[in-house]
Nanobody, 124 residues
Framework: QVQVAESGGGSVQSGGSLRLSCAAS????????MGWFRQAPGKEREGVAV???????TYADSVKGRFTISQDNAKNTLNLQMNNLKPEDTAMYYC??????????????????WGQGTRVTVSS
């Protein structure tokens, strides 16, 4: 079993920044793929950014140029730096992990382990 824990959510005004962090622990079988997803009220969960075991990153078009995903492989941690936040970025953000993974898609179904989520609220 893999445990996933997110931190760093909060409330900011439009144009502000937040940094989310995620830590994976338990039965980790490297390489791992990790990613950030979000779900706004009444909407489906969508991919924000993922990083494969080969280091390849994929971003949703809506966040390109504003968000940066980074990973510390030695510590199985994942970060998401979010700049120039917009009200439409308001959502619950989830970290996800997939074991023994090289290539991953920005798709929720590709990940097996999930955190409880951290809330991000952006006001106009």
């Amino acid at each position: 079993q893999v445990q996933v824990a997110e931190s760093g959510g909060g409330s900011v005004q439009s144009g502000g920044s937040l940094r989310l962090s995620c830590a994976a622990s338990g039965y980790i079988y490297s390489p791992i793929c990790m990613g950030w997803f979000r779900q706004a009220p009444g909407k489906e969960r969508e991919g924000v950014a993922v990083i494969g075991g080969d280091g390849t990153t994929t971003y949703a078009d809506s966040v390109k140029g504003r968000f940066t995903i980074s990973q510390d492989n030695a510590k199985n941690t994942l970060n998401l730096q979010m700049n120039n936040l917009k009200p439409e970025d308001t959502a619950m953000y989830y970290c996800a992990v997939e074991n023994n993974c090289w290539v991953i898609h920005n798709t929720p179904g590709d990940f097996g382990y999930w955190g409880q989520g951290t809330r991000v609220t952006v006001s106009s």
